[in-house]
Structure formats: structure tokens, C-alpha cells
């Protein structure tokens, strides 16, 4: 099991802007009261969190004796002017209809491209492999968002699926498995499995 490393994902809590379905990118909302009873989970030997405050929060939440290293590159898309919109408001906004078709040709308005969020996830990636692997960890725990987690599982998962294939619900974590030969190389992983969370009062 030493040649082994566990990266565990975890989406942040549910926010008040999640809850009426707004797209929610750089800016930022509360998390919601049932998302602040988040059990105390195992421990890791490092923590990587998006740098935005719900990731932060939830951090916390999950591993109130850990200092997370926060990092820009976790950060979900910034959807720039569709920020705290959502689907209802833009329907009938063409260049938003456009998107939806193809978003690696179209961008939200002021916002950032797909192809340019996949390649910042990819560089927090790297920047986390490149801890693992100068830091002899065999466990770390990476507190981020949905299209964050999404990136990450089509590029490593060890089942090939689409981008918008992988179910990424709040309160849910995955953990990615490798052999430190296949992280270092930039293969996928060898086993994925989900991390279901617990809320107290959430059913």
C-alpha cells in the first residue's frame, strides 16, 4: 500500500446561490445552515483548497484542525457577466443559447474561456503532484468546486467519460487512487471511488 496515494476531492457546501440554481464562479455566497454542520472527516497528511470563501468554509468544516494550502488555480470558471444569474434569466440570451452548444468556442461575457479553465485546473494539478511527490504524501485532501472536480475526474478518472457525464453533488467527495508511477507520469488513476457525506438534519 505504500506505492499507493490517495487524492481525495471534495466539493464545497451547499451555498445560498447553488440553492436558486445561479451560476456561481469567482463571486461568492454563504453556505446554506445545512451545510454547516459537515461531519469531521478522516484525517490527511495535506490540505488544497480553492481560495474562495465557501471552499474555505467548508475546509474548515470538514477539518477544523488543518490548515488548508489555498490555491487560485482551484478556483471554478469565472463566468463573468452571467455571475449570479441564472438559467431562467439567460434563456433567451443568444450568445448564452451559444455557450450552452459550444463552449469551447464561446465564452460567458467577460468571463474566462473553457480551454482557459481546463489548463488552470491542470496547472493546480501539477502544483499539488509536485507536493506529493516531494513531500513523500500518500494522502491529501483537495477542497474545491463541481467543474473544478469535473476537469480533474475526466483527466485521471480511470473510466474515460465527458466533461458534463460526471455527477459532482454538495456534500459528496471522490477519492483518486494512484501508484506513485502513474501520478508522476500523469496517467489516470487506478481506482475512484465515492465519499458520500453525512449532513446532520439533511436527511
Known amino acids: 500500500?505504500?506505492?499507493?496515494?490517495?487524492?481525495?476531492?471534495?466539493?464545497?457546501?451547499?451555498?445560498?446561490?447553488?440553492?436558486?440554481?445561479?451560476?456561481?464562479?469567482?463571486?461568492?455566497?454563504?453556505?446554506?445552515?445545512?451545510?454547516?454542520?459537515?461531519?469531521?472527516?478522516q484525517e490527511y497528511d495535506r490540505y488544497f483548497s480553492s481560495d474562495l470563501k465557501r471552499c474555505v468554509t467548508t475546509a474548515k468544516r470538514l477539518f477544523p484542525n488543518a490548515r488548508s494550502i489555498l490555491l487560485k488555480e482551484l478556483r471554478e470558471m469565472d463566468?463573468?457577466?452571467?455571475?449570479?444569474?441564472?438559467?431562467?434569466?439567460?434563456?433567451?440570451?443568444?450568445?448564452?443559447?451559444?455557450?450552452?452548444?459550444?463552449?469551447?468556442?464561446?465564452?460567458?461575457?467577460?468571463?474566462?474561456?473553457?480551454?482557459?479553465?481546463?489548463?488552470?485546473?491542470?496547472?493546480g494539478w501539477k502544483k499539488i503532484v509536485y507536493q506529493i511527490s516531494t513531500s513523500n504524501i500518500q494522502r491529501c485532501a483537495v477542497i474545491t468546486h463541481a467543474g473544478v472536480i469535473r476537469s480533474i475526474l475526466t483527466a485521471y478518472a480511470p473510466?474515460?467519460?465527458?466533461?458534463?457525464?460526471?455527477?459532482?453533488?454538495?456534500?459528496?467527495?471522490?477519492?483518486?487512487?494512484?501508484?506513485?508511477d502513474a501520478l508522476r507520469r500523469g496517467e489516470r488513476c487506478?481506482?475512484?471511488?465515492e465519499v458520500p457525506l453525512t449532513v446532520k438534519g439533511h436527511g
Not at 487506478?190 to 471511488?193: D, E, F
Request: with cysteine.
Open 159 to 180: 473510466e474515460s467519460k465527458d466533461f458534463w457525464c460526471w455527477h459532482i453533488p454538495h456534500h459528496t467527495g471522490f477519492e483518486l487512487i494512484f501508484t506513485n
Open 1 to 41: 500500500m505504500d506505492d499507493r496515494v490517495v487524492i481525495a476531492l471534495y466539493r464545497h457546501g451547499l451555498t445560498e446561490e447553488n440553492k436558486r440554481k445561479a451560476y456561481l464562479g469567482w463571486n461568492d455566497s454563504p453556505l446554506c445552515p445545512e451545510s454547516m454542520a459537515l461531519p469531521v472527516l
Open 190 to 193: 487506478i481506482l475512484l471511488q
Open 79 to 123: 463566468f463573468g457577466g452571467w455571475e449570479g444569474k441564472t438559467y431562467e434569466d439567460l434563456k433567451d440570451d443568444v450568445h448564452y443559447r451559444q455557450w450552452l452548444i459550444n463552449p469551447f468556442q464561446y465564452s460567458p461575457p467577460n468571463g474566462e474561456s473553457f480551454p482557459a479553465f481546463l489548463n488552470r485546473v491542470e496547472a
